[in-house]
């Protein structure tokens, strides 16, 4: 990746959850409620397309993964970091979605691409949403979250671009809009960050 965030901000410190001195979470390094409602909230999604074969896109040490498979799922998870990679609880392999995956075409029905694409600089959004695209079989899916308001502690998420930019570069890269998740996981009783835009697209 370029710009934005180099390969060194992945380090051990970003992995455990402490960029910020005044965050006390340690949230990416142990195995706590927030992956497992990220599991059920991907499980739903995944079931309304008919999937079975899921892959974790920025997976960090692969919580989510592991949670997925004890749902039933055949699932898989890619990361960037090297420090999470190196404590991956799930056998996640090296994945940048700005360069050329290392996956076959149609590979997954479903992507669960949480926290990731706000780390693209703008001019490789096209061509990360692309890849992505590639990877999932006609009729699939990607669920994406986006952090569009600034919070102190994560600020390293914080898209540039509103919701709608959004959507139109997803429907370029031939994903078509599905619904937002906010109404969907309120209906169902699970949670989401007010601050987080959060999206399911279908692929075309």
């Known amino acids: ?3 934005k965030n180099p390969s060194s901000f992945y380090n051990e410190k970003y992995a455990k959850g402490r960029m910020e001195e005044t965050d006390p979470s340690s949230t990416r390094w142990e195995d706590n409620g927030i992956f497992y409602d990220t599991a059920v909230t991907a ?4 079931k309304s397309c008919d999937a079975h074969r899921i892959a974790d896109i920025g997976c960090g040490r692969g ?6 498979r004890s749902l039933g799922f055949e699932a898989d998870g890619y990361e960037y970091g090297e420090a999470a990679l190196k404590h991956s609880v799930c056998g996640a392999k090296f994945c940048d979605i700005t360069g050329k995956l290392d996956v076959p075409d149609g590979r997954y029905d479903f ?5 990731v694409l706000s780390h693209v600089p703008i001019p490789l959004v096209s061509n990360a949403l692309s890849e992505l ?5 006609k009729g699939g899916a990607i669920f994406s979250n986006i952090l569009v308001l600034w919070t102190p502690t994560q600020v390293h998420h914080k898209t540039f671009q509103p919701a709608p930019w959004w959507v ?3 429907q370029r890269a031939g994903w078509a809009k599905r619904f937002e998740l906010d109404p969907y996981l309120h209906s169902r009783g699970l949670n989401i960050k007010p601050e987080e835009w959060a999206c399911v697209h279908e692929a075309v």
Do not use: K, P, Q
């Not at 695209?133 to 079989?137: C, K, L, P, T």
């Open 43 to 46: 499980s739903y999604v995944a």
């Open 168 to 170: 139109t570069e997803f």
């Open 133 to 137: 695209r590639r990877i999932v079989r």
């Open 1 to 3: 990746m370029t710009d």
């Open 63 to 68: 919580f989510v993964v592991n949670h997925l």
């Open 111 to 115: 992507l669960c691409c949480t926290g």
